[in-house]
């Protein structure tokens, strides 16, 4: 297709009398890395619920593919191939990490009647999990119940998880929270494998990760979009600038 993949007309959101989305427009392109920085408070967090379905849109469309999923229900977007890494909250715990990958690659595959059949003993679904497994390092904890995982692993494991639906865009809240240093390399590593193979629209604090990763870059303060343009363009934005003194270190 042609067009943008993602489209956000104007959107807005309050929580009571507090603006917290005001009037975002934005166009993310196939292929496209596309990462949103702002300070703390800015909305991001609310931008991806709107995006993903799990919060209620007042105002404005969500574009997916040029079809208007505005009131789409969220599983109905994840059928549309728009997924999104529910951080931690998507770890089963007391599974495996290759029978999380699996339940995940059977919920695509859309047979979750057969829940109570090991999905890590079928085949069909074992094969592709350990194959993500092994892409994300995590080829020999596979074994290991999500538990017993280190925060890092569970980070990249919960990537795993949101790849085996097989989105067109992945949508990613703070991927490297909370890692270390070594976890936090791993994880931009894989980002930059996936990089032009799908669209992916990256919330991160990391402005070292974010200007080496990102195709372009957006600024959200106050629930409003100041800037958007590539790495480059963002670091030299006197604006930008402006509103993360004190804040944060654009200058990665
Ligand atoms: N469910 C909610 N009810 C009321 N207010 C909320 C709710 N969720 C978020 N807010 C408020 O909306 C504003 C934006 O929050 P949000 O979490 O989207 O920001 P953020 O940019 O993701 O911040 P951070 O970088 O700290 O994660 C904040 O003032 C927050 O207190």
Same mark, same amino acid.
């Given at each position: ?95 495996? @990490? #290759?029978?999380?990958? =699996?339940?995940?690659?059977?919920? /695509?595959? $859309?047979?979750?009647? +057969?829940?109570?059949? %090991? !999905? *890590?003993?079928?085949? @069909? #679904?074992?094969?592709? =999990?350990?194959?993500?497994?092994? /892409?994300? $390092?995590?080829?020999? +904890?596979?074994?290991? %119940? !999500? *538990? ?105």
């Amino acid at each position: 297709m042609s067009g943008p993949i993602l489209q956000l007309e104007r959107l807005g959101k309050n929580y009571g009398a507090l603006r917290v989305t005001d009037d975002v427009s934005l166009a993310i392109e196939p292929g496209e890395l596309h990462a949103i920085i702002g300070p703390n408070g800015a909305g991001k967090t609310t931008l991806v619920h709107q995006i993903s379905g799990l919060a209620r849109t007042d105002s404005g469309r969500i574009l997916f593919e040029g079809q208007d999923v505005t009131r789409t229900r969220m599983p109905e977007r994840v059928r549309l191939g728009l997924a999104r890494s529910f951080q931690i909250t998507s770890v089963l715990p007391g599974f495996t @990490a #290759l029978e999380n990958v =699996a339940l995940a690659v059977q919920a /695509r595959s $859309g047979s979750s009647f +057969r829940f109570f059949t %090991p !999905a *890590s003993r079928d085949p @069909a #679904l074992n094969r592709p =999990a350990r194959e993500l497994l092994d /892409r994300f $390092g995590l080829g020999a +904890r596979a074994d290991v %119940p !999500a *538990s017993l995982l280190s925060y890092g692993e569970k980070r990249q494991l919960e990537l795993a998880i949101a790849l085996a639906t097989d989105p067109k865009l992945l949508i990613l809240d703070e991927p490297l929270a909370g890692t270390s240093h070594d976890e936090s390399r791993a994880v931009v590593e894989i980002l930059r494998g996936l990089k032009g193979r799908i669209s992916i629209l990256l919330i991160e604090h990391d402005m070292e990760a974010v200007f080496s990763l990102a195709d372009r870059v957006s600024v959200l303060v106050y629930g409003r979009l100041i800037a958007t343009g590539t790495p480059a363009a963002i670091r030299s934005d006197a604006q930008v600038r402006a509103a993360y003194l004190g804040e944060e270190e654009v200058v990665a």
